[in-house]
């Protein structure tokens, strides 16, 4: 007797087409759970920072480095080129105005003054020449001039005389006429000389103004000259520091090449470098701070380079108040330079997540401290420790401002202790 042979309804093919099919299941649901915005992440809070939202002071600093410089620095340039011939002081000695730092050798220079010394000797010999010259000359006018006078005086007596004998029939016409003809001649004779006399003189007089302003050019000629050679010797323009010094004995030195420069210490400026993404942000009157010593000083822009230089621009500031005691040339100082006036606002302290987020969005604690979730936001300025928060977050809000770089798409983080 046949007997009926039941199907088994579980069989082990059945069995793991069902578990291929959940498994595919599960895997779609997972990927659409983790991709649909609502996909979670376990963190431990010992590994993230938290930030706690506030409102106080807030002024937009930037961080710049710069250098202390002598508040003054004066250049000193060969005014004469020449050789190096004598070294009076080394480099980083204090000098006195006038002190002299090292004297050059110009051989050329120093013929040409003698030259010029000759030139004026010279002249001050032919203008004594010229002088007695004209002294004698005007002595011989004078003579004449007196002559002149005596013959006219000698011959008017006698015209006069003649003339009443004339008049009295006493003296022949022929007398007469020649007492006349010798007045007039001695008349003329007198104004000629006189003409001449004053002719000479003003002559003489244009002579000796001409010869005098030549004199005085030469003799300006000859103390340019000297000063020539005196610049040789180079000196301390004003009390200071001798600095860079560069010149060896031996050395040639053309006119204008640098030779060193003078450091005025009655006070300091401090150089800083400036992004030049700043530029349009910097003007005279910023203040900056820094800490010396375990002290905040304060410096205040008084300078601005508008030449840009390997993507930087400088500034000189000085001191405003109090100067750090010990401060020193060349020494570096950490500058906090504020660009802005301090006001009040909503601040997020400043975090690795900005990289990530861009400061469009972050993780915003909730309440219960257990759970954090994406919120959007909208920053504003920003300084070394905050950013500004103009929209997305209130004073006492607690975020996650460390770094996002693990956690992609993820929309929540669940807070493990």
Excluded: C
């Amino acid at each position: 007797m046949d007997r009926k042979i039941e199907k088994k309804k579980w069989n082990t093919k059945r069995l793991l087409t069902i578990a291929g099919i959940t498994a595919l299941v599960m895997l779609i649901a997972s990927s659409i759970y983790f991709t649909s915005g609502k996909s979670k992440l376990d963190v431990d809070t010992e590994r993230i920072t938290v930030g706690e939202i506030t409102k106080g002071p807030f002024q937009v600093t930037i961080p710049v480095n710069g250098i202390v410089m002598p508040i003054t620095t004066i250049y000193l340039d060969a005014i004469e080129g020449g050789r190096v011939e004598q070294l009076f002081v080394e480099d980083g000695a204090n000098l006195k105005k006038g002190d002299p730092i090292l004297k050059l050798a110009n051989t050329d220079l120093e013929l040409s003054l003698a030259t010029q010394e000759n030139a004026v000797y010279a002249a001050q010999t032919q203008i004594r020449i010229q002088q007695n010259n004209a002294e004698q000359n005007t002595v011989t006018k004078l003579n004449q001039m007196a002559e002149a006078e005596n013959a006219f005086r000698e011959a008017e007596r006698v015209y006069k005389l003649n003339k009443r004998l004339f008049d009295q029939k006493a003296v022949g016409s022929q007398e007469y006429q020649q007492s006349v003809n010798a007045y007039q001649y001695a008349s003329n004779r007198l104004n000629l000389t006189k003409r001449i006399l004053k002719q000479d003189t003003l002559i003489t007089r244009e002579q000796a103004q001409q010869t005098k302003e030549q004199y005085a050019q030469m003799r300006n000629t000859l103390n340019l000259m000297r000063q020539k050679v005196a610049d040789l010797t180079v000196r301390a323009p004003v009390d200071g520091q001798l600095s860079s010094l560069d010149a060896e004995i031996g050395q040639s030195k053309n006119k204008g090449q640098r030779l060193g420069q003078i450091d005025v210490l009655s006070g300091f400026k401090v150089r800083v470098d400036i992004d030049e993404h700043y530029i349009s942000q910097v003007y005279n009157g910023l203040t900056g701070t820094f800490t010396f010593a375990e002290k905040s000083y304060t410096l205040k822009i008084k300078k601005v380079y508008s030449q840009v230089t390997n993507g930087k621009f400088q500034v000189d500031m000085q001191f405003v108040g109090e100067v750090p005691a010990g401060i020193r040339r060349g020494q570096s100082l950490q500058i906090l330079l504020a660009l802005s006036d301090e006001s009040k606002q909503v601040l997020l302290p400043k975090g690795g997540f900005y990289q990530q987020t861009g400061g469009n969005w972050i993780f915003k604690m909730s309440e219960n401290g257990k759970t954090a979730y994406r919120v959007d936001i909208q920053l504003g300025r920003q300084n070394t420790e905050y950013y500004e928060v103009l929209q997305g977050l209130k004073p006492g809000d607690k975020v996650i401002t460390s770094s996002y770089e693990n956690y992609g798409d993820i929309q929540e983080l669940v807070l493990q202790k």
